[in-house]
């Protein structure tokens, strides 16, 4: 028997939402900076406008001091989230593992689909079935935000020390193919949050839980 969401996963998941909200503004502040992709002979930008409401920092120089701050305390946080997976064995219930998950989180994404078609045409919605901890489908969304979330430290590591980690900043593309990336990928992280809220909004029983831990089981 163990506790669905442990100390250590709660308080990491809990640091998170404040960190990643102050990147995330302060990062767009500093896109705004050059609000433009590519060599500046051959830049092209975005089709819509970024609402200053969304940004923190104020300037390049205040806003590039909150990015690095938080940026430190994603990464410890990361570290102690990733060595607590691997160190007591939680990455085998929450990480996605295709032999046994790919054809779970199939049929948990046709049941999304039925439900919401279910709902338009105001019919019973089909049952959903039981698939212990988490089904295939969240460990999928889970394991590909976590992937994310390393492409982003790394494209950051990069657009941070693009000479000293030319290397890393060659992988992604150079200089302008690591600034698309971390900006591509915060709007990839952003669209994951939205779908976990609506997860949430529809299971409410998993915040109560990432709050008090749960009661425990298998």
């Known amino acids: 028997m163990r506790t669905p969401q442990p100390l250590l996963i709660r308080l990491t998941h ?4 404040p960190t990643l909200a ?3 503004m302060s990062g767009l502040q500093i896109f705004l900076a050059y609000p433009y992709f590519g060599p500046r002979g051959d830049a ?3 089709p819509f406008d970024i609402p200053e409401a969304i940004t923190a920092g104020r300037w390049l120089g205040g806003a590039r001091h909150l990015h690095f701050a938080f940026a430190w305390v994603l990464v410890i ?5 990733l060595a607590y997976l691997i160190a007591s ?8 593992w295709p032999p046994r998950d790919a054809k ?3 049929r948990q994404q046709l049941f999304y689909v039925k439900a919401f078609a279910a709902k338009l045409r105001r019919k019973p919605a089909p049952v959903e079935e039981h698939h212990g901890f988490y089904n295939g489908l969240q460990r999928a969304a889970y394991t590909g935000a976590l992937g994310l979330g390393i492409l982003e430290v790394l494209s950051g590591l990069a657009l941070w020390k693009p000479v000293s980690l030319h290397r890393l900043c060659w992988c ?8 698309f990336i971390h900006f591509a990928v915060l709007v990839a992280l952003m669209l994951f949050l939205v779908g976990h809220i609506a997860m949430v909004a529809l299971h409410p ?11 425990p089981r298998e």
């Not at 809990?14 to 939402?17: D, G, Q």
């Not at 064995?89 to 996605?96: D, I, N, Q, S, T």
């Open 104 to 106: 779970n989180a199939l």
């Open 14 to 17: 809990w640091i998170n939402v």
């Open 77 to 81: 946080n990361a570290i102690a989230y």
């Open 89 to 96: 064995g939680e990455y085998k219930r929450r990480l996605f």
């Open 172 to 179: 992604l593309g150079g200089y302008d193919g690591a600034r």
């Open 22 to 24: 102050v990147m995330a």
């Open 44 to 46: 092209w930008e975005l």
């Open 205 to 215: 029983k998993s915040l109560a839980e990432m709050v008090t831990g749960g009661t």
